[in-house]
């Protein structure tokens, strides 16, 4: 099954390079790296670069870090801090920016579970200090993902997954973002996710970031101590 997945992602990069410049459609590209300390305490890492046409006209890129703590089995609290860079639009990295960006964000995730359909809510608030002053957001993000497939090593090689987030401020007009995301995700070994998605933003009076159409491709690993004996492997939404 691995080929249908290689196959299906060059088929889908081939068709978005002949529209994508009909389209405007972006890529939006992330390498995640998760590390279990101990049964409930992990780190992880985080870079993403993106653009607003396809592979060209880069215009962002982050990299974030921090820890989870897994309060009950279906509660994960986390603290991460990163750096969030903007650019003008028109070319690759075009001066001056649009936004140089600290950030340190506190968030929740509750976990539900019907039958094989996982639901996810995530709360996070971001303390941002950016070149144009400090300010406050507020995120909240709804998931469902489903796995499928036959079952090898206690999991399922594939899953699909929709979500969709809202951005709120403390100050008008307050409502500030939405983004959307469909995603298709398959795991060659239990600690390693490929994805392949589809991300819709949309924007609302802010120039910190543009929203668009993008083709998102993320990478996501997933490590233990040597001597762990429970690994009880991530199987969250993979989109941030």
Same mark, same amino acid.
């Not at 889908?12 to 389209?23: G, H, S, T």
């Not at 998760?34 to 962002?60: C, D, I, M, P, T």
């Not at 990163?82 to 649009?98: A, M, R």
């Given at each position: 099954? #691995?080929?249908?997945? =290689?196959? $299906?992602?060059?088929? =889908?990069? !081939?068709?978005?390079?002949? /529209?994508?410049?009909?389209?405007?459609?972006?890529?939006?590209?992330?390498?995640?790296?998760?590390?279990?300390? *101990?049964?409930?305490?992990?780190?992880?890492?985080?870079?993403? !670069?993106?653009?607003?046409?396809?592979?060209?006209?880069?215009? /962002?890129?982050?990299?974030?870090?921090?820890?989870?703590?897994? *309060?009950? #089995? $279906?509660?994960?609290?986390?603290?991460?801090?990163?750096?969030?860079?903007?650019?003008?639009?028109?070319?690759?990295?075009?001066?001056?920016?649009?936004?140089?960006?600290?950030?340190?964000?506190?968030?929740?995730?509750?976990?539900?579970?019907?039958? #094989?359909?996982?639901?996810?809510?995530? /709360?996070?608030?971001?303390?941002?200090? $950016?070149?144009?002053?400090?300010?406050?957001?507020?995120?909240?993000? !709804?998931?469902?993902?489903?796995?499928?497939?036959?079952?090898?090593?206690?999991? #399922?090689?594939?899953? &699909?997954?929709?979500?969709?987030? !809202?951005?709120?401020?403390?100050?008008?007009? /307050?409502?500030?973002?939405?983004?959307?995301? &469909? *995603?298709?995700?398959?795991?060659?070994?239990?600690?390693?996710?490929?994805?392949?998605?589809?991300?819709?933003?949309?924007?609302?009076?802010?120039?910190?970031?543009?929203?668009?159409?993008?083709?998102? &491709?993320?990478?996501?690993?997933?490590?233990?101590?040597?001597?762990?004996?429970?690994?009880?492997?991530? =199987?969250?939404?993979?989109?941030?």
């Amino acid at each position: 099954m #691995k080929p249908i997945f =290689i196959s $299906t992602l060059i088929s =889908i990069l !081939l068709l978005n390079k002949c /529209y994508a410049q009909q389209f405007d459609l972006g890529s939006w590209n992330i390498v995640n790296l998760k590390y279990n300390v *101990a049964e409930k305490w992990s780190v992880f890492g985080e870079a993403q !670069l993106r653009s607003l046409k396809f592979y060209n006209h880069f215009h /962002y890129y982050e990299y974030k870090g921090g820890f989870n703590y897994k *309060a009950y #089995k $279906t509660v994960t609290v986390s603290l991460g801090a990163g750096s969030y860079q903007t650019y003008k639009e028109g070319g690759d990295f075009v001066l001056p920016k649009n936004n140089d960006e600290f950030r340190l964000w506190p968030q929740i995730i509750l976990f539900q579970s019907v039958g #094989k359909l996982k639901i996810e809510q995530r /709360y996070r608030a971001e303390f941002r200090f $950016t070149s144009n002053g400090y300010r406050n957001r507020f995120r909240y993000r !709804l998931g469902l993902s489903y796995p499928f497939g036959k079952e090898r090593d206690g999991y #399922k090689p594939y899953q &699909v997954s929709a979500s969709n987030e !809202l951005f709120f401020t403390d100050k008008e007009p /307050y409502f500030e973002r939405n983004r959307m995301l &469909v *995603a298709f995700n398959y795991k060659p070994s239990r600690s390693t996710t490929l994805q392949i998605g589809y991300l819709h933003q949309f924007d609302y009076k802010i120039n910190d970031e543009t929203g668009r159409d993008f083709l998102q &491709v993320g990478y996501f690993t997933e490590l233990f101590k040597k001597q762990s004996p429970n690994r009880n492997y991530d =199987i969250d939404l993979k989109d941030n």
